[in-house]
């Protein structure tokens, strides 16, 4: 897998990179035609200098104006070249890259999840783009020229002499400072993502409970909260910005020295008679030139602690707990429903009770379960077990007597479905939603619309079924009839064993009857486990418990009291 393989040394992301082993050919040609055609120039102003003015030679001016405008156009042409093909290479790479990270977080262990921010998985996913710029961005494509430093410097020493080791000396300085700011650098990037991490978190908490913060007109709270993390995250992204722009900086200013220095050396060799004026100029420019890669090479060297810190929190995605468990043999196809808990015990940390402790139940298939109870009494993370979605600390869940724990219960997906007490829907149509955006389901999807009776209401809105929708759909579209549209939902793939987490809880008295009437036509037909209080859907079902204190009581119904009687 591609975020396995970041993991590893660091290099060898670079063979993560789309296309890179096919291009790399191309790749390095490129780059030696670029530092090739940069020769041109200086050669040209020296020719200029030593040749062309002292003889008044116009012709050999023509001809090397010309030479020199064809290794500039080729120069152009070979840098574009380069830039597309190492655009395509970043792209591929941040598509590949990404899509996997989001695939991990996706397929992760909801309490892996859970354990924490929004606000840090978002960090973390933001890091791909660093990688692609620290593997494939302009920093490395200009590292490629580092390898032809050495011509430049070969050609400044052949023409002049010993005033080569003044652009080495600068560039042996150039390190030292980059590699004391490196230092410093480091160390404010990791505070600023602690902090930024803090601050993303407290911004996605506020804005989802944005209801909640102005009914308790806690608006002037949360801002007070949220200056003090911001002017944290200022005084770290302040420091970072700081030693972040040393490089380029520290990178002009040797520039300049170095121009300024080999023109000094140049004009007393020249006074000497060491030295033509064309062989000054030419230097001049060549170390320059030289300097370029040495200074990107370095540039890249500096931002090796964000592509380290970059791989770190990739590599903490790549960690991430996944839910399914594909070594395993795969879940049977056909399940009759069959629901069965031997001694299941779970608790969310080690240090705190039970939530869930040794309950054992078993409901046949195509019955109906009820459980009822107070506040939070674990109902919720009862029906997260049977659907694999928790692992139990101890015990045993099975379906159609397959223990979970030893096939892929990712296979169950489509045959378990879950309704949580309030829908949620997201960005697309009506019909999206209850497609689960796959258009070959419209049809599944319009028929058990129907049967959740949404035509009528649906109809009535300009679009019907193609209206847009997205998770705040709830402030024009009533609360009962998103509970309906995410029913729908469940429905689509005709699930064996369907849960519903107190569903009714936010519906009105019509949505109620409708799904009331749903319940009495999926009755015999597939398994369901309704958590519910109220009488009418209690009378519904089979067999009724009562969950208190981590544990399942079951309750004598009117039907146990007429089955006796019989």
Not at 255 to 261: K, P
Request: proline fraction near 4%; charged fraction near 20%; charge should be negative.
């Amino acid at each position: 897998m591609v975020l396995d393989r970041l993991n590893g040394k660091w290099w060898e992301g670079v063979l993560v990179v789309p296309g890179v082993a096919r291009n790399a050919v191309d790749m390095i040609f490129a780059t030696a035609a670029i530092n090739l055609a940069a020769l041109a120039v200086p050669i040209v102003l020296m020719q200029v200098y030593d040749r062309i003015i002292p003889n008044q030679s116009g012709a050999t001016l023509v001809w090397l104006v010309a030479g020199c405008a064809v290794a500039i156009l080729i120069d152009t042409v070979v840098r574009w070249a380069r830039g597309v093909m190492g655009g395509w290479m970043g792209a591929r790479f941040e598509h590949l890259v990404g899509s996997e990270a989001v695939d991990r977080i996706l397929n992760c262990r909801i309490e892996v999840f859970e354990s924490h921010g929004i606000g840090v998985h978002l960090d973390r996913l933001g890091t791909v783009g660093t990688l692609k710029g620290f593997y494939i961005g302009q920093l490395f494509l200009s590292a490629l020229d580092l390898p032809f430093a050495a011509l430049y410097f070969g050609a400044i020493a052949y023409v002049g002499g010993h005033m080569a080791l003044f652009p080495l000396v600068i560039a042996g300085l150039f390190v030292v400072v980059i590699a004391y700011a490196r230092t410093r650098f480091r160390a404010a990037r990791d505070g600023e993502h602690t902090i930024n991490d803090r601050r993303y978190n407290f911004i996605i908490e506020t804005l989802a409970g944005i209801h909640l913060v102005k009914a308790q007109t806690m608006e002037e709270q949360m801002l007070r909260r949220y200056e003090r993390l911001q002017g944290a995250a200022a005084e770290a992204n302040m420091s970072v910005g700081f030693w972040g722009t040393i490089p380029v900086n520290a990178g002009m200013t040797l520039s300049q020295i170095t121009m300024f220095g080999m023109m000094l050396l140049g004009t007393v060799e020249v006074i000497h008679g060491d030295l033509t004026v064309g062989g000054m100029s030419a230097c001049v420019m060549l170390a320059g030139r030289a300097l370029q890669p040495v200074q990107s090479a370095i540039g890249l060297w500096f931002r090796f602690s964000d592509a380290t810190l970059a791989r770190r929190r990739l590599a903490d995605i790549a960690g991430l707990d996944p839910d399914g468990s594909p070594d395993r043999p795969a879940f049977p196809i056909d399940i009759q429903g069959a629901v069965e808990l031997r001694d299941v015990v779970f608790r969310y940390r080690p240090e705190l009770p039970p939530v869930v402790d040794a309950v054992s139940l078993r409901i046949p298939p195509e019955s109906v379960v009820a459980i009822t109870g107070a506040g939070a009494c674990g109902t919720t993370t009862l029906l997260h077990l049977i659907m694999g979605r928790l692992k139990p600390q101890s015990g045993r869940v099975l379906i159609d007597d397959y223990d979970i724990a030893e096939w892929d219960h990712t296979d169950l997906r489509g045959r378990i479905d879950y309704v949580a007490p309030s829908g949620t829907l997201f960005k697309g149509t009506i019909l999206d939603n209850i497609a689960m955006f796959d258009p070959t389901m419209h049809g599944a999807a319009l028929a058990a619309a129907a049967m959740l009776g949404l035509d009528e209401p649906v109809g009535l809105l300009p679009l019907g079924y193609e209206t847009m929708v997205d998770n705040q759909a709830s402030n024009f579209l009533p609360s009962g009839l998103v509970q309906r549209i995410c029913i729908a939902r469940s429905l689509v793939t005709r699930p064996r064993v369907l849960l519903f987490d107190k569903t009714s809880s936010s519906m009105d008295h019509e949505s109620e009857e409708v799904f009331l009437w749903l319940l009495s036509k999926l009755k015999g037909r597939c398994t369901i486990v309704l958590v519910a209080s109220q009488p009418r859907w209690l009378e519904l079902a089979d067999e009724v418990y009562v969950m208190a204190g981590g544990r399942l009581h079951r309750v004598e119904t009117s039907r146990d009291e007429g089955d006796a009687d019989g």
